[in-house]
């Protein structure tokens, strides 16, 4: 899957704990491709928290602009 025009493409981070319970990250993904910006690629992003994104299973479809920062895995 690659992105076109000024979209990411970002995959939704899912965790589950040792006890089994499952949680997600709604504002936090592994970017999976960016036309616009190849350097977040395989870097985990922070988008904007108050917008609802077109989806397809896991990846949600983001525009550029909301993408705020990249992540180290310790930062969340």
Do not use: W
């Given at each position: 899957?690659?992105?076109?025009?000024?979209?990411?493409?970002?995959?939704?981070?899912?965790?589950?704990?040792?006890?089994?319970?499952m949680s997600q990250h709604g504002n936090i993904g592994?970017?999976?491709?960016?036309?616009?910006?190849?350097?977040?690629?395989?870097?985990?992003?922070?988008?904007?928290?108050?917008?609802?994104?077109?989806?397809?299973?896991?990846?949600?479809?983001?525009?550029?602009?909301?993408?705020?920062?990249?992540?180290?895995?310790?930062e969340f």
């Open positions: 899957m690659n992105a076109v025009g000024n979209f990411a493409i970002v995959q939704r981070m899912r965790e589950t704990t040792s006890t089994g319970i592994l970017c999976i491709s960016c036309s616009h910006d190849k350097s977040i690629v395989n870097q985990y992003v922070l988008v904007h928290g108050r917008h609802k994104y077109e989806t397809h299973g896991d990846y949600m479809f983001v525009p550029y602009e909301y993408i705020f920062c990249t992540l180290s895995r310790e």
